[in-house]
């Protein structure tokens, strides 16, 4: 007993095994004449795959681009080591003149102000001391 299926779309000859139909992608008809559910339809890519094969691809080129930078960057002259003694640059001995001492600065007096000064009160008198008398000279009585 051969229970090969013939697709009912193409009219493909398909194994018994095989539950659609390799040429359209038609499930295999079940005992009613009906094909399977919907839930039993082939596997088909998403519409949005190509949009992760676009964003793997970006991916790439930009780690290329950045490690194709770095090179680059690292590569500059400025970045090079010196390659020994003859390399290093002495800077030239340059003579000045001796110091000076710079004379002492003089005071600037302040600018006068808008405002006038309140004149001075006149000075008053201070008391001279007064002379005192000597002390009294110690007697010898035999006190």
């Not at 139909?21 to 519409?47: I, M, N, Y």
């Not at 681009?65 to 003694?85: C, D, K, S, T």
């Not at 290093?88 to 003089?106: G, S, W, Y």
């Given at each position: 007993m ?17 539950r659609?139909?390799?040429?359209c992608?038609?499930a295999k008809?079940?005992a009613?004449g009906s094909t ?5 339809q082939?596997?088909?890519?998403g519409?949005n795959r190509w949009l992760?094969?676009?964003a793997?691809g970006l991916?790439?080129?930009?780690l290329?681009v950045l490690?194709g930078g770095g090179?680059?960057w690292?590569?500059r002259p ?5 390659a ?11 003579e000045t003149?001796t110091?000076t ?10 600018p ?5 000064a309140?004149?001075e009160?006149?000075p008053?008198?201070?008391?001279y ?6 002390p009294?000279?110690p ?5």
């Amino acid at each position: 007993m051969n229970s090969d299926w013939t697709c009912p779309s193409c009219h493909h000859r398909n194994a018994a095994s095989m539950r659609f139909c390799p040429e359209c992608g038609v499930a295999k008809p079940v005992a009613g004449g009906s094909t399977l559910g919907p839930l039993d339809q082939p596997a088909r890519p998403g519409p949005n795959r190509w949009l992760w094969g676009v964003a793997v691809g970006l991916w790439v080129i930009g780690l290329a681009v950045l490690a194709g930078g770095g090179g680059i960057w690292l590569a500059r002259p400025e970045q090079a080591e010196p390659a020994g003694p003859a390399a290093v640059a002495v800077a030239p001995v340059v003579e000045t003149a001796t110091p000076t001492a710079l004379p002492a600065e003089t005071p600037i007096p302040a600018p006068p102000s808008a405002t006038p000064a309140p004149p001075e009160a006149p000075p008053t008198p201070t008391p001279y001391p007064t002379t005192r008398p000597p002390p009294p000279t110690p007697t010898t009585d035999g006190i």
